[in-house]
């Protein structure tokens, strides 16, 4: 059984420009969720895709969009990139059912650095 | 709206004491609650979840932990530390009727002394 695997796991982009994070999903879940980890802190919910939709949102501004794949795949964009978008980005698929108990299980990230 | 305080943004203790990690949750409906625990440059693993069964819950490499209703709290307990537990512990909380988000707390992060 695969695991969440995400890329790039490291990158450096300046102030302005757009990104694009990605994720595969754990074999069989179809929810993925998107979170952001600044340094020293808990991670902070972004936004969450069921079956292609989103399905949640927390509070980040519209530059910060997503997308899921017939494949359960996902991205994230980040448009106009700021020095506080400096963060580990975490990449979470769920087993089927937005219902469940939301259980999470997590990639190892995209560490974004924003110069 | 739920959201969940840990109290203590580092906590130490020899190896071979007691590890308690405070979590205090504050929810509007049922919830479900977590412990996750992230090694260095790592994600997320779940150690344990709370779901409205049983108030006492067993996880992960001898870690369990405790819902009280009354007390609003899901305290993360260990009773001989290892040091292998050195790590960053978050206490997260979503709503029982829709887990279609969860919530994290600051974290807190365990150092273990030889």
């Known amino acids: 059984e695969t695991g969440v695997t995400q890329s790039p796991t490291h990158l450096i982009k300046t102030r302005g420009q757009q990104v694009t994070l990605r994720c595969s999903s754990q074999?069989?879940?179809?929810?993925v969720s998107w979170y952001q980890q600044a340094l020293g802190q808990g991670p902070q919910f972004i936004f969450q895709y069921y079956r292609e939709e989103e399905n949640g949102r927390g509070n980040f501004p519209p530059r910060f969009s997503g997308l899921q794949f017939p494949n359960y795949s996902s991205e994230l964009n980040v448009n106009a990139l700021e020095l506080d978008d400096s963060a580990l980005y975490l990449c979470a698929s769920s087993l089927p059912g937005a219902g469940g108990t939301g259980e999470l299980f997590f990639g190892e990230g995209s560490r974004l650095t924003v110069l | 709206a739920q959201s969940v305080t840990q109290l203590g943004s580092h906590v130490s203790v020899s190896e071979g004491a007691l590890v308690l990690l405070r979590c205090n949750y504050s929810?509007?409906?049922?919830?479900?609650l977590f412990w996750y625990v992230q090694y260095p440059n790592q994600g997320l693993q779940l150690l344990l979840k709370?779901?409205?069964?049983?108030?006492l819950v067993k996880g992960i490499n001898g870690f369990e932990a405790e819902f009280k209703k009354s007390e609003t709290s899901f305290h993360l307990t260990k009773p001989s530390a290892h040091m292998s537990d050195a790590a960053e512990y978050f206490c997260?909380?979503?709503?029982?009727?829709?887990?279609?988000?969860?919530?994290f707390g600051s974290g807190t992060r365990l150092s273990i002394r030889p």
């Open positions: 929810s509007s409906v049922p919830p479900y």
């Open positions: 074999s069989g879940h179809n929810t």
């Open positions: 997260a909380v979503s709503p029982y009727s829709s887990a279609s988000k969860i919530i």
């Open positions: 709370y779901t409205s069964a049983a108030t």
